[in-house]
């Protein structure tokens, strides 16, 4: 599989509710994972898009993630393909990368759902969550079993960077240190 190309790649933000994230295991990680990956995808160009499931029982999008409210799709199936708006929402020919939660459920689901319909589905490993380690495991083990790139946030953000002379490669890698 290539590199996530900046100009052909998606990010998907999964259900990181402010309700839902306080018990998921290392939950202000996966926040502060998905947080880095949006504003290095702002710098480079790459569009976002967020899910909210069931957002009257679980509330909104973590604050510190700050959506674009145009940018969020209200969803009750555990995967986003079967939601209205987010098919439209994704060129075609964009690759996907996931991040939020849950591992073995909505994000999982949704992975799921994108490589049946022929998509490339990039899962960021330190960006998705669970309420436990095992189902997170489980959930990732599944979704590359069925053709998933399991990835981490850095390596999607030097994959979005293809060199050093980016003229951004300074702003995206101070994310990470």
């Known amino acids: 599989m290539p590199p996530i190309n900046p100009s052909a790649a998606t990010l998907v933000v999964i259900d990181l509710q402010a309700r839902l994230i306080p018990a998921i295991q290392d939950g202000p990680g996966v926040v502060a994972n998905t947080r880095r990956l949006l504003t290095a995808a702002g710098l480079l160009g790459v569009p976002a898009v967020y899910t ?3 957002p009257r029982g679980l509330g909104a999008t973590v604050p510190d993630l700050a959506p674009d ?17 987010l ?14 939660c849950e591992t073995h459920v909505c994000v999982l689901q949704t992975a799921l759902g ?3 319909r022929g998509r490339r589905v990039h899962v960021v490993a330190d960006a998705v969550g669970s309420r436990t380690h095992d189902n997170k495991a489980a959930g990732l083990r599944r979704m590359e079993r069925h053709g998933a790139d399991i990835i981490t946030t850095e390596m999607a953000l ?6 050093a002379d980016h003229p951004r490669f300074r702003e995206v890698v101070a994310l990470i240190k």
């Open 114 to 116: 994108l490589l049946d």
């Open 87 to 100: 098919l439209e929402r994704l060129p075609p020919d964009h690759a996907v990368v996931l991040a939020g």
């Open 158 to 163: 030097f994959e979005w960077l293809g060199t």
């Open 52 to 54: 909210e499931q069931n």
């Open 69 to 85: 409210p145009a940018a969020v799709i209200a969803k009750m199936t555990f995967d986003a393909t079967r939601a209205p708006g």
